[in-house]
Structures are given as structure tokens and as C-alpha cells.
């Protein structure tokens, strides 16, 4: 399988042209490459393959083999991707994802994409889209019990859910690994839920760390610093563009509330091409699939 190793802000994927080939078992094929001893090592897969209703269609699996609906710095690298290795010579290109059809603006330079501009659509705060169960209409600043501590949390979905929980902790000390799969896992989001914990640093800069479910803690997480961004407006934190300081790099988000829809910014990195021989058959044992209960 020929692959390219991306990253933005240090989320890494490996990415396969799926235009001019087809990838069996994929769901598999995410958990062998992402495993950072015996694999390439990354976050997940994706794949960059033709679409009907856009110009290229993004289909994404994290590390522990599930689809997921969107990514935020995935998608910036499959602009550069599209662009870099001629696919396309268009610098505003649209990628259709289960999230939906999101615009992209490229900012080329040497023939090269340097970083990309996301639309990332509409935030949904309505319990029911996140999802979470939750009594009311939406969960801003509601209280919540972990691991027998209280939390006050926003669920928002920027296409897949997002907890955020605003801190004085200092981010940087919190045992993620410890608390980060009490959230994933928690009854409260029947699909699971990406976790954000931030420091509001000042109106216009956030500090933050994300646990994402099927993943893990990742250096960052674009559809999670947008979900950060939406919440810290919608509860009066910041102004409507912030700087995310994530621990792979920062990303600047718009809310604008007028139009209700969330802008993204940041870089986007290829760091390798190369091969990699697939088993032939993936024995039952040989992967482990993350099957929703």
C-alpha cells in the first residue's frame, strides 16, 4: 500500500489516494498503520477518494479501527494533499465528509500549500445532535460527575460530539490518560465523546488538551479547538477569534455568531511517502475493532 505520513499541529494521519485505488478492509488497515511499535504509527487513516456532490470525499477511521464523521486538521492536510500532488489546481476546493460538505481556502506558496482556511460549518449545541442525554435543551456549563468529581461542561458537535470542560487547573498537569476514557466512555454520550480540557488564558487565547475517543490524547485536535472556541463564546469567556494553544501547535478559530458558523485556520505538513506490505488476511485476532456496545 503507498501511504503519505501528514500532520497538522502534530495530529497525524496516514493518508492513501483512494482515487486511483481501492482499499480493502480499511477498519483493519487503520489499527495495523496506526500502531506506533509494529506500524507507521499515527492517529488513524484516511482515506482521499472521488466524490459525487464535492471534489474529493474524506473517509477517516482512528487509531482503534471506527469511522469517524470529521476531522479538523485531517481535512486541512487532504487540501494539501489534493494540491500538492496535482489532484487538483483549484486553491478553494470542497471535500464532501459524513459531518457534511466543508469549503477549504489554500494558501499556496512555491507551488506548495503552506496552510489552509476551513469552513467548518455550524456548531450544534441541541442535545439530541451532539449527542448527549442530558434533561434540557442543550449542556452549557452544566455540572457533571466523574470519577466522583464535578465538572462543568458544554457538549457541542462541530459533525462529531465534543465535551469541553473550562479549568483553573493548569491543563498541563491533568492525568489525561487517567480521566480522558472516563469521559469517552461515560453513559452520558451514547457515541462516545472527544474531550477537551482548556485555560482561558486571556479574551483571545485558549490553552488546551484534547482526549479523543478511539485515539487517545492527541498534539491536537482542529474539530476539538473549534468545539473549545464555540464554548468559550457561548459562555462569555473569550471574543468571537481566539488562538488555541494545543501541545503539536495553535490554530486560530472564528465563531462568528452572526452567521453562526466556525472558521478554521492552520497548518497542514507532509512528512513522508512510502510503502508498506499489508498482511494478506487480517486474522480475527490479529486487529482489534472498536465495536460500539
Sequence with gaps: MKF?????????????????????????????????????????????CKS???????VMYNADGSRGEMCGNGIRCVAKYVYDFGLTDKEEITVETLAGIKTLKLSVSGGKVESVLVDMGSPLLSCPKVPVIFPGDTMVDQPM??????????????GNPHCV???????RTIDLPQIGPLFENH?????????????????????MRVWERGSGETLACGTG?????????????????????????????TYDRDTDRVYMSGPATTVYTGEIELPEHFEK????????K
Excluded: W
Design 145 to 158: 460527575e466523574v470519577d466522583g468529581n464535578i465538572f462543568k461542561a458544554t457538549a457541542v458537535s462541530m
Design 285 to 292: 485476532d490479529d486487529v482489534k475493532i472498536y465495536e460500539p
Design 225 to 253: 479547538a473549534c468545539a473549545t472556541a464555540v464554548a468559550a463564546v457561548i459562555n462569555g469567556l473569550t471574543e468571537e477569534t481566539v488562538n488555541l494553544h494545543l501541545l503539536g501547535g495553535d490554530l486560530r478559530i
Design 187 to 207: 453513559e452520558t454520550f451514547p457515541k462516545r465523546v472527544n474531550t477537551e480540557f482548556a485555560n482561558i488564558m486571556d479574551r483571545e487565547n485558549i490553552r
Design 165 to 171: 470542560i473550562f479549568t483553573d487547573e493548569d491543563v
Design 4 to 48: 503519505t505520513k501528514m500532520h497538522g499541529c502534530g495530529n497525524d494521519y496516514v493518508y492513501v489516494d483512494c482515487t486511483k485505488e481501492e482499499l480493502k478492509d480499511p477498519e483493519k488497515v487503520a489499527v495495523f498503520v496506526s500502531d506506533r511499535h509494529f506500524g507507521i504509527g499515527s492517529d488513524g487513516l484516511i482515506l482521499i
Design 52 to 58: 459525487q456532490i464535492a471534489d474529493f470525499e474524506m
